[in-house]
């Protein structure tokens, strides 16, 4: 069990040096088609926009945040003790990842419209403290004895879609305030939503029998011919099945010449998933397992084989889901942002940010201060810190360059992970290019009255 368990360790260590995005930090840039994923209230900075095919934007980050490299391997040596200390008492492997198939904004005065299509996988694994502690301690441990374990955290989902996105913005009242939206028509893949986990085992202190008591809901698409239906998907994606919508919502106000707010909501809506869809549900429901009859055991050894499956039939009748067929609703993942920023000068930028993201109906938090100067007239870089659950330090960086009509941009959410790996759950890149036309038509700043 201890082999298995370090396995386990492993590879959830392992799992989050892959790449994919959370999306906490909010990217400002030269008003260019990157904010468009973070704050629809954007004029641009020029007439016209292209994004180049897939290069037009890639977002990629993963998170572990229970424990680093460095917290469970000592001496090249797995410390499970001393990790499973260390854990929350829920702890999240997330993935996401996105990409932009192709991407483009029009400015016309006050008005701005754009449009595009990214494909997105997103995914969250979820194990609790609990779990880990029995797997390496026993039930029959002092820490645990008549205790009730609670595995209610355990959770697996994972979702894959295209997004295909118009959007307009306008500003108002001499451009001191801007609205916008943008209106997601989102194809679905594939899905495994845990919409429901909530299990618990106890060991009686005097008598030492085990009850397992839970429920859950699981809902999902994918079978046997998994791959073979994400493949088809994503060449018909008008094909009417796994549909469904996703608004985004932003302002920005500009006061005291100086000083501006900025909020959005993003992606809030969902999919409803109805190809192959299938839901396994198990109502509230526990097993209590006394141990074997030791005196029937010793006037008949042979009875071992048979008491045992006896409680296995017990335990698999009491613990055995419903299984039906039927279109069900899983939402988007939704993110939020609220920040207030200072234009300093020309070239010096201040931006401090509050950020969630719901990830598959759980909510991570982040809060960050973000620092922007520019280099001459075609190069800002951007800098800062952020803190991820309010206990993860990250480093965010990033440049964005505009070398005549190409902009180029790329940065992280921690740099920290770029140079001590051990040290950090948190890897995150994000890269973009893109063409820019009439940039030298830029949005009249009005100083309020």
């Given at each position: 069990m201890k082999k298995l368990l370090s396995l386990i360790i492993l590879l959830l260590i392992l799992g989050s040096s892959v790449q994919a995005q959370i999306a906490t930090n909010?990217?400002?840039?030269?008003?260019?088609?990157s904010i468009w994923m973070n704050n629809p209230a954007s004029l641009g900075n020029e007439r016209f926009f292209i994004g180049l095919p897939v290069l037009g934007?890639?977002?990629?980050?993963?998170?572990?945040?229970g424990f680093t490299y460095d917290d469970a391997i000592t001496n090249d040596q797995v410390n499970i003790g001393s990790t499973i200390d260390q854990l929350r008492n829920e702890n999240d492997l997330l993935f996401n990842s996105s990409f932009q198939l192709f991407n483009?904004?029009?400015?016309?005065g006050n008005w701005h419209f754009r449009g595009g299509a990214q494909q997105v996988i997103q995914a969250r694994i979820t194990y609790p403290k609990s779990?880990?502690?029995?797997?390496?301690?026993?039930?029959?441990?002092?820490?645990l004895i008549g205790r009730r374990l609670d595995f209610g955290g355990f959770a697996v989902n994972a979702?894959?879609?295209?997004?295909y996105f118009v959007g307009v913005s306008k500003s108002l009242m001499d451009n001191r305030l801007t609205l916008g939206a943008n209106l997601h028509y989102l194809q679905g893949a594939d899905v495994v939503y845990t919409e429901q986990?909530?299990?618990?085992?106890?060991?009686?202190?005097?008598?030492?029998?085990?009850?397992?008591?839970?429920?859950f809901i699981l809902r999902t698409?994918?079978?046997?011919?998994?791959?073979?239906?994400?493949?088809?998907?994503?060449?018909?994606?008008?094909?009417?099945?796994?549909?469904?919508?996703?608004?985004?919502?932003?302002?920005k106000y500009r006061f005291l010449e100086k000083f501006e707010l900025q909020a959005s909501a993003m992606n809030v809506g969902g999919i409803r998933w109805d190809r192959n869809a299938q839901s396994y549900t198990l109502g509230k429901t526990s097993f209590t397992y006394n141990g074997l009859d030791l005196e029937d055991l010793v006037d008949n050894p042979d009875s071992t084989t048979s008491q045992l499956e006896e409680v296995l039939d017990s335990l698999s009748t009491s613990f055995e889901p419903i299984e039906q067929a039927g279109s069900f609703n899983a939402p988007s993942n939704a993110r939020f942002y609220l920040g207030f920023g200072y234009e300093m000068n020309e070239k010096n930028h201040l931006l401090l940010t509050a950020a969630h993201l719901r990830s598959f109906n759980k909510g991570f938090n982040s809060v960050s201060a973000m620092y922007r100067h520019k280099f001459g007239r075609i190069l800002w870089v951007r800098t800062g810190a952020q803190?991820?659950?309010?206990?993860?330090?990250?480093?965010?960086?990033?440049l964005t360059l505009n070398a005549g009509p190409v902009q180029f941009g790329f940065g992280t959410d921690n740099l920290i992970a770029a140079f001590a790996p051990t040290k950090s759950g948190v890897f995150t890149g994000h890269f973009q290019i893109g063409l820019r036309f009439g940039r030298d038509g830029k949005v009249k700043k009005t100083k309020p009255e």
């Open positions: 909010y990217v400002f840039s030269d008003e260019a088609a934007g890639i977002d990629a980050n993963a998170v572990h945040n483009f904004g029009l400015r016309l779990f880990m502690e029995l797997a390496w301690k026993g039930n029959g441990h002092p820490d979702m894959a879609y295209t997004d986990s909530s299990f618990g085992l106890t060991t009686d202190p005097d008598t030492y029998a085990l009850t397992a008591d839970g429920a698409t994918v079978d046997e011919d998994a791959l073979d239906s994400i493949s088809a998907d994503y060449l018909n994606p008008f094909n009417g099945a796994n549909a469904g919508f996703s608004l985004d919502l932003g302002v803190l991820f659950q309010f206990d993860q330090f990250l480093w965010p960086v990033g």
